[in-house]
């Protein structure tokens, strides 16, 4: 059987398509976020530039996840932490020695490679158990249920102390295990190659292991959103999203469609909290809160409902000035550039009054936030990079006031 290349239209669809460009460009930053790091920083900032790259992995796959439920399915989902935390206390449970101070008296050590899809699985079936009673329910009818859902289970775990940990949560979960690793230049380490399979390489704190593993996570997390967005059930959960009433006139199943999108787009979230719950070593109830499912949809709404290119690019806009411009480069950028004018009364802190203008900003990391995001969807209400439908919905291309009889005849 002869394998068929694709045509020359089509590599030039492709090369002019942005989607692509925006997959080569994710893909080159990163690749080359540890060497630059080492050139830039130094070889011991690597570690930990690839531990925060790691993390916003997890967030890039659950705003992936919640991209198919908000911007494939159009389902307004506010209790998306909700599976982020479920995987997590998952793999809490299965892979660590928590359950031998249960009632059951005996500890699980399931590894990694298994429990994250049984954290998958657990997570996509809650999100049909959510999604079953809320069928009936539309707009902030179903934001308001599913925020209830966001708002009970990380209570639940908390209240279950006999087997969570309660308030203090699971510590010291299982790191994964390879028999096989590999040191590289990438990671600012010389080549060797580690070969043992009675005591295999453990990730314990070494991040560049986690980092390529949520690398790997995210490609097949994007390549599966993106064929199945061109699939007949992504084609039904668009459908739904412009006219329930007209897709189930059309024949579209839409209550076994709607679980889907639940159950699928929860999936995701179990897979994260799984990984998650692996690279911090720590599940505790107060890493699922309300604002992290605000923070995921956010990154959706910014990126571009609807595309999973646009999604993760603005998972990591929001993930890096969350984490690194408001609380790090902004406060110390502006109190050397005060310094270098000779300002040293407003960088020096004098209490109660002044804090620092150091502290000022940190104390402002909101107030900046919020502000940031205003402007966005003022000048960009269709999101950074939108599906080709959901920008002419927004900016009016492709829609007329014409009658139908009008647009017939003329």
Do not use: C
């Not at 031998?100 to 500890?107: A, L, N, R, V």
């Not at 490679?113 to 707009?139: C, D, E, M």
């Not at 956010?298 to 990126?303: F, H, Y």
């Not at 609380?327 to 502006?334: D, E, S």
């Amino acid at each position: 059987m002869r394998l068929a290349l694709p045509s020359r239209e089509r590599w030039e669809e492709l090369r002019h398509n942005p989607n692509v460009i925006v997959f080569v460009v994710l893909a080159l930053l990163a690749l080359g976020i540890g060497p630059v790091v080492g050139l830039v920083s130094g070889p011991d900032q690597i570690g930990p530039y690839l531990y925060r790259a790691g993390t916003a992995g997890v967030f890039v796959l659950m705003a992936i996840g919640l991209n198919v439920v908000v911007g494939f399915a159009g389902l307004l989902d506010l209790g998306y932490a909700a599976f982020f935390a479920i995987g997590a206390y998952t793999y809490g449970l299965l892979a660590s020695t928590e359950l031998s101070t249960s009632p059951i008296h005996h500890p699980v050590h399931i590894t990694f490679w298994a429990v994250i899809f049984i954290a998958l699985a657990v997570a996509a079936a809650s999100g049909a158990i959510l999604g079953f009673p809320t069928l009936r329910l539309r707009g902030d009818y179903l934001a308001i249920v599913t925020l209830g859902f966001g708002e009970i289970v990380p209570r639940v775990f908390r209240n279950l102390s006999d087997w969570t940990g309660g308030v203090n949560g699971i510590t010291n979960t299982d790191s994964p295990a390879v028999p096989l690793w590999i040191d590289t230049p990438f990671a600012g380490l010389n080549w060797q190659v580690h070969l043992d399979f009675k005591h295999p390489f453990l990730f314990g704190l070494d991040p560049v292991p986690f980092f390529i593993v949520i690398l790997v996570l995210v490609l097949l997390s994007a390549i599966f959103a993106s064929n199945i967005y061109n699939s007949r059930l992504g084609r039904a959960w668009m459908a739904i999203r412009e006219d329930e009433v007209a897709a189930a006139a059309m024949g579209v199943n839409t209550r076994n469609t709607k679980l889907l999108a639940f159950g699928i787009g929860a999936s995701f979230s179990g897979f994260a909290g799984a990984f998650y719950a692996a690279q911090v070593t720590l599940v505790s109830p107060d890493n699922f809160g309300f604002l992290i499912s605000v923070t995921i949809l956010v990154m959706v709404v910014l990126g571009g409902m609807g595309n999973v290119a646009g999604v993760m690019v603005g998972a990591l806009i929001i993930f890096v000035v969350q984490q690194l411009v408001l609380p790090t480069w902004l406060p110390n950028g502006l109190t050397a550039l005060a310094d270098s004018f000779g300002l040293s009364s407003i960088t020096a802190s004098n209490p109660p009054n002044w804090p620092g203008l150091h502290d000022e900003i940190v104390r402002l990391n909101f107030f900046l936030f919020g502000m940031v995001l205003v402007l966005i969807m003022l000048l960009r209400p269709q999101g950074l990079i939108p599906s080709r439908l959901r920008a002419q919905e927004l900016i009016g291309e492709g829609t007329t006031d014409e009658a139908v009889f009008d647009a017939r005849t003329t």
